[in-house]
């Protein structure tokens, strides 16, 4: 199954600004998923990243608070942009790879991110 | 619309009890795919078993077994014999056949095994 490097594992960081959270993946994927977890809650899709067009953004989720991009099939960033305490979350990638029984999702290992 | 429920927020068991933890899954597709993942204290998704609508075997794996039965749209877990290290959140999640074929998850079990 691929393999994703998520970075940043973890961030403090102030009110107001932005982090760009980076996933890199060792093979070629169509798409790319990246998904919010809020203390305590469920994972939830922020958006769907595919090669060469915008991203899909979920309700509840715009472009101007999250821009993604996605340059070529094994990379992807999420911003979170203009950040309050509210966004303090693991945000995690995750791909779909592999066929018949290999098929399956891999998750990035998360970027645990408190604003202060 | 596809919807995961998994009713049971928290469970606590005594190390070597059997738990069983729920999911009751949603969709109009007739083909789709669940899945089981397993999230300790660490945040990372450990994945578990995935299952298509095909496939209605029953499937064991050491102390864990899986019950997929289609005509209660359930795909329950069963840990037989927990142990400490089995406490963690577990995830029932459906894949959809819209957006990009992401995943929708159920909002977790919480399986805590005390000695």
């Known amino acids: 199954s691929a393999v994703i490097s998520q970075k940043p594992s973890r961030d403090i960081c102030q009110r107001g600004t932005s982090l760009t959270i980076q996933c890199q993946v060792d093979s070629q994927v169509t798409m790319m998923f990246w998904y919010r977890q809020q203390p305590g809650q469920s994972l939830t899709l922020i958006a769907t990243?595919?090669?060469?067009?915008?991203?899909?953004?979920e309700s509840g989720f715009v472009i101007d608070k999250f821009p993604i991009s996605r340059p070529n099939l094994t990379f992807s960033t999420l911003t979170v942009s203009n950040m309050s305490p509210e966004d303090s979350s693991i945000y995690l990638c995750?791909?779909?790879?592999?066929?018949?029984?290999?098929?399956?999702?891999?998750f990035g290992s998360g970027t645990r991110l408190t604003v202060v | 619309a596809q919807k995961v429920t998994q009713a049971q927020t928290e469970i606590s068991v005594v190390e070597k009890e059997d738990v069983t933890l729920d999911c009751v899954y949603e969709?109009?597709?007739?083909?789709?795919?669940l899945f089981w993942y397993k999230q300790p204290p660490s945040g990372e998704l450990v994945f578990l078993i995935r299952?298509?609508?095909?496939?209605?075997q029953n499937e064991i794996s050491g102390r864990y077994s899986w019950n997929f039965q289609k005509s209660t749209s359930s795909f329950n877990f069963t840990i037989t014999a927990s142990q400490v290290v089995d406490s963690a959140v577990y995830f029932c999640?459906?894949?959809?056949?819209?957006?990009?074929?992401?995943?929708?998850f159920g909002k977790g079990t919480s399986l805590l095994v005390t000695p």
């Open positions: 999640a459906l894949r959809r056949f819209n957006s990009g074929y992401a995943l929708n």
């Open positions: 299952r298509n609508s095909f496939d209605e």
């Open positions: 995750s791909v779909e790879d592999g066929t018949g029984s290999n098929y399956g999702y891999t």
């Open positions: 969709t109009r597709d007739t083909t789709y795919y």
């Open positions: 990243a595919n090669q060469g067009s915008e991203a899909t953004y």
